[in-house]
């Protein structure tokens, strides 16, 4: 390769590194000039998915799914709702979907000059580099026979920011059924037990990449009953990976993940993540006919990030002012 004749600039500073005449902040300087010229890069970043499939109740055999046909009364109630927000754009995006028996897909909260490139129902974390805040949901299925679609549910929830420059934001994505979702058992099922099983994926990670700034992730997944004759909760299990310790009122027979996680940094750059996958198994204790009961699913996303980016100008001018300070104490040396 040829060699390319090096700007007389160039030489003359590395002739002063190698005597050692080149002042601390003039090395600062240099150092500011070349970063302020860099390019863009993510500055902060969250993002928190969880999936669950194959979700179904069963009676106390553990193969027989319940059935429409096992109530004496049933109302199944749907929801779920998304949003999305950046400080640097007034108000905020989202959707929601009020209880219905069917599957529940609201429009996707978007918010940044990226949302165009991201479409609807993408559960995938995004490449990095841009500037967004997105939450998006979707469940489909249902957990006994008889009812609207598959006799399983897949539920997916996302929330994914990713700052540029300095900004902020929030986002999250929520499904579940809510105590609309009703039941009584009928005579002949009196004393049965329900059995919840299902698999799951959850990948979560927090990036900081400057020193000023914060980032959090959250995700939460929680199956309860409660007695409404009652007036209290009679079972929940919020899957933990440990098992007994994410019971009451009932028995965790496979609990192989933690879907119930919280974690971020501030002020502290780096990355923290934590992935795990698993299959899972909750039974309630014996359930009685002639009692109203309601079930509640709760399944979300939650993400906020914050950061302060420098300006590539004011590193610039930071850096042309130590050169004046370097090269003053450099002339009165010489002097």
């Known amino acids: 390769m040829e060699d390319v004749a090096q700007p007389r600039w160039v030489m003359e500073i590395t002739d002063m590194l190698a005597s050692k005449r080149l002042g601390i902040s003039m090395v600062t300087a240099l150092a500011l000039g070349v970063g302020g010229i860099g390019a863009a890069h993510a500055s902060a970043m969250t993002y928190s998915q969880l999936s669950i499939f194959g979700f179904q109740v069963f009676k106390s055999d553990g193969t027989t799914q319940w059935d429409v046909s096992d109530f004496d009364n049933l109302a199944v109630g749907n929801s779920g709702s998304t949003s999305a927000s950046l400080n640097s754009i007034p108000g905020s995006d989202g959707d929601s979907i009020s209880p219905t028996s069917g599957p529940v897909d609201p429009a996707q909260a978007c918010q940044g000059a990226d949302c165009g490139g991201i479409p609807q129902n993408t559960f995938e974390q995004q490449p990095s580099g841009q500037h967004f805040s997105r939450g998006d949901a979707r469940l489909e299925g249902a957990l006994i026979t008889g009812l609207e679609g598959p006799s399983e549910v897949t539920a997916d929830t996302v929330s994914e920011i990713q700052l540029s420059r300095s900004d902020g934001g929030t986002a999250s994505a929520n499904l579940g059924t809510n105590t609309e979702f009703?039941?009584?058992?009928?005579?002949?099922?009196?004393?049965?037990?329900?059995?919840?099983?299902?698999?799951?994926?959850?990948?979560?990670?927090?990036?900081?990449?400057?020193?000023?700034?914060?980032?959090?992730?959250?995700?939460?997944?929680?199956?309860?009953?409660?007695?409404?004759?009652?007036?209290?909760?009679?079972?929940a299990f919020s899957p933990d990976g440990s098992g007994a310790r994410g019971i009451t009122g009932g028995q965790a027979l496979t609990d192989e993940c933690n879907l119930n996680d919280e974690f971020g940094r501030t002020n502290n750059p780096g990355t923290s993540d934590a992935t795990c996958s698993g299959n899972f198994r909750a039974v309630t204790n014996e359930l009685m006919s002639g009692t109203n009961y309601s079930l509640n699913i709760s399944h979300?996303?939650?993400?906020?990030?914050?950061?302060?980016?420098?300006?590539?100008?004011?590193?610039?001018?930071?850096?042309?002012?130590?050169?004046?300070?370097?090269?003053?104490?450099?002339?009165?040396?010489?002097?």
């Open 182 to 235: 009703r039941f009584m058992l009928n005579e002949e099922n009196s004393g049965e037990a329900l059995d919840f099983q299902f698999s799951a994926v959850k990948l979560m990670e927090a990036m900081l990449g400057e020193p000023e700034g914060s980032v959090f992730v959250d995700q939460t997944f929680r199956i309860s009953i409660r007695d409404e004759d009652a007036g209290q909760t009679i079972f």
């Open 300 to 335: 979300n996303a939650f993400t906020s990030a914050s950061v302060q980016v420098p300006e590539p100008g004011t590193l610039a001018l930071f850096g042309l002012g130590l050169l004046g300070v370097g090269a003053a104490g450099l002339r009165r040396r010489r002097s």
